[in-house]
């Protein structure tokens, strides 16, 4: 798992609280913590004025108050909490799986539970609706899929070409499935 854990276990700037233009860019590495700052600001005095950069080990991050409170001020609680999280050594291997990885595990799922899981984070929400999980989605799930629609893929997109042309015969089949009586004497037409 090691391997999951990149050189930057963590990256995030953006703009102090107002009304200060200051710019931060937080960065915690594999052993230290990182904190740049540019000033911004108008006046002649902070024009040549350089950045600055604070650096500190897990440990005295853990025990430098100022500096916690310096993070939360500019980023907040959330990111803070999630800091010492890292620097304590509890890391998040999920968020660390590469795409490839993760739309493989999906492909596992079914349809419905696919649907779910892009409920639960920003992440799983922008892979269950990317046209590399509908192709795949596609090309493994669908029985009636041959390679001469790759082209037609790649054209309308692989998630209209799924619905268009396999997502009621699917659900049809599905239903059949479920309850085989009530479809006896009824001829699907599909």
Request: aromatic share 14%; net charge positive; with cysteine.
């Amino acid at each position: 798992m090691a391997s999951l854990l990149g050189e930057k276990l963590f990256e995030i700037s953006g703009q102090g609280p107002a009304p200060s233009k200051d710019f931060y860019h937080f960065v915690i590495a594999r052993n230290e913590v990182m904190l740049n700052m540019w000033t911004i600001s108008l006046r002649r005095e902070n024009k040549y004025r350089p950045p600055k950069q604070l650096k500190s080990t897990f440990s005295d991050f853990l025990l430098d108050k100022q500096l916690q409170y310096d993070i939360s001020n500019i980023f907040g609680e959330k990111i803070l909490d999630y800091s010492l999280s890292l620097c304590q050594g509890k890391y998040d291997y999920l968020d660390r799986i590469p795409d490839e990885i993760l739309l493989r595990i999906i492909s596992f799922l079914q349809l419905k539970e696919r649907f779910v899981l892009a409920q639960v984070s920003k992440r799983f929400r922008m892979l269950c609706n990317s046209e590399k999980f509908w192709e795949l989605l596609v090309k493994n799930d669908c029985p009636d899929y041959h390679s001469d629609m790759e082209d037609l893929g790649k054209a309308m997109g692989w998630k209209m070409t799924y619905f268009t042309f396999f997502h009621n015969k699917l659900n049809a089949e599905s239903q059949t499935e479920k309850n085989p009586q009530k479809f006896k004497n009824k001829r699907l037409i599909i």
